[in-house]
């Protein structure tokens, strides 16, 4: 039985589903399989020659060891997913769009989760409060996540932000989230962050939103006075730019925008061009800064990357080093229990681990390290998520070696071969073989 090719296995196994189930089930696949090309590209970028194998960012041993002798290969019973368990990944959420996306739906599914129960039973609502400044082509990038986070420690320390938002504050707020994103664009870098501030119904004494959403009110000047002074005072902003920065480094927006940012957090949407969010952050600039502006992701520079575009490739990697070890949500204390979620969030590595929740889960077949190596040395992860997913069928070991025996024809890529580390990580990894280059 042939399951190697899409078309092949979509007459052999379409069986009584319908065809539409079919085809959005394999557009999921398929973006699965987009974000195995982006990580391979992240792979090859951050990659060094000169250094040892286990020296290497985790992200370019993502997915390519075993925990144990072999993995298991499962899918959804609706054809909308299919994936590997057993194997090693990176948990890295910046730079690995695999596990990005992973744990981005986790997080994603704990914040709607809390939304729910903060609407639901403390007749609250929700604040997007949208905070940036104003930035220029070149800028270190690092050097600017150093002061941002300065900034924002300071205008949280503010009188005005204690006396509005915090914990006795006139907004009746319990807490807030804050989601650190970053996109690039013709300015250079444009780090924001979106903090969702779970407070009290109309705390911030709103009027109802302008057309394009944006809350005002005095409480709402307030703090944005207050973060203007912080700019000017870490060097985010001089003073001749403050009438720029007033209109454009801070907005606030209601409770249907703060639900709208959560039910897109971790949706392929955010991989591609920038989102709608960031689209009205981007307006954002300095002097000069044309309105409309188009800015990416970092994950769309990896694409870039992947086609030959080596300017992207390099912003990548300064993107990677200087987001390296920063969270991607923070709570503020004691806001979980508040919105009756698990007191600790779950690390994003241990998220990345879990198995992923299918809402109907099949077992397919399994594959050994060796296996393992063939798919990776040919670039084939996302093709096998292709092919199981929409197009595989339960306990159907047969089809699966295969496909192995097909992808074993396949030529092995030139670059990013399989070198596995004996041992990835001692605390929580079993040895695994090492395999030849
Ligand atoms: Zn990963």
């Not at 996540?145 to 504050?169: C, M």
């Not at 639900?259 to 969010?277: F, M, N, P, Q």
Request: aromatic residues 8%.
């Amino acid at each position: 039985m042939q399951v190697n090719l899409g078309t092949n296995a979509k007459s052999i196994h379409a069986g009584g589903k319908s065809a539409r189930s079919l085809d959005s089930g394999a557009a999921a696949c398929d973006a699965k399989a987009a974000r195995f090309r982006l990580q391979r590209t992240a792979q090859s970028i951050l990659f060094r020659k000169d250094l040892a194998p286990l020296q290497q960012h985790r992200t370019c041993w993502c997915h390519r060891s075993m925990r144990g002798e072999s993995a298991t290969l499962y899918r959804a019973a609706d054809g909308s997913n299919a994936y590997l368990s057993g194997l090693n990944t990176c948990g890295n959420g910046w730079t690995c769009p695999v596990c990005g996306a992973k744990i981005a739906e986790h997080r994603r599914r704990e914040l709607s989760e809390g939304m729910a129960a903060w609407t639901n039973a403390e007749n609250g609502t929700a604040y997007l409060i949208t905070l940036t400044f104003p930035h220029a082509a070149g800028d270190d990038l690092a050097a600017m996540l150093e002061r941002f986070a300065k900034a924002r420690q300071s205008w949280k320390n503010s009188r005005t932000y204690k006396r509005i938002l915090g914990p006795d504050g006139t907004a009746g707020a319990a807490g807030a989230v804050t989601a650190m994103e970053v996109t690039h664009g013709a300015n250079g870098w444009h780090p924001h962050v979106h903090m969702l501030v779970f407070a009290g119904r109309g705390g911030l004494a709103e009027g109802e939103p302008a057309v394009n959403g944006d809350l005002s009110s005095p409480a709402i000047d307030e703090l944005r006075g207050a973060w203007v002074k912080c700019l000017l005072k870490v060097g985010l902003a001089e003073q001749a730019q403050v009438s720029d920065v007033w209109a454009h480094s801070f907005n606030v927006r209601g409770g249907e925008k703060a639900a709208e940012y959560i039910a897109k957090y971790g949706r392929d949407s955010r991989w591609g061009a920038s989102s709608e969010l960031t689209r009205a952050a981007s307006k954002v600039g300095a002097a000069g800064t044309v309105a409309g502006e188009l800015h990416v992701t970092p994950f769309q520079l990896l694409e870039w990357a992947g086609n030959g575009d080596t300017r992207a490739g390099a912003l990548f990697r300064e993107y990677a080093d200087a987001f390296h070890g920063k969270r991607l949500l923070t709570w503020s204390p004691g806001l979980r229990k508040r919105l009756k979620l698990s007191a600790e969030e779950a690390p994003d590595d241990a998220v990345a681990d879990l198995d992923e929740d299918l809402p109907e889960r099949e077992r397919v077949g399994h594959i050994g390290v060796e296996d393992l190596q063939v798919i990776v040395s040919r670039g084939l992860l996302g093709e096998l998520i292709r092919t199981f997913g929409p197009y595989g069928r339960a306990n159907d070991q047969e089809s699966l070696d295969d496909w192995m025996a097909w992808a074993r024809t396949m030529p092995k890529l030139g670059r990013g071969s399989v070198i596995v580390p004996r041992t990835w990580d001692k605390n929580r990894r079993r040895d695994v073989a090492e395999l030849a280059a």
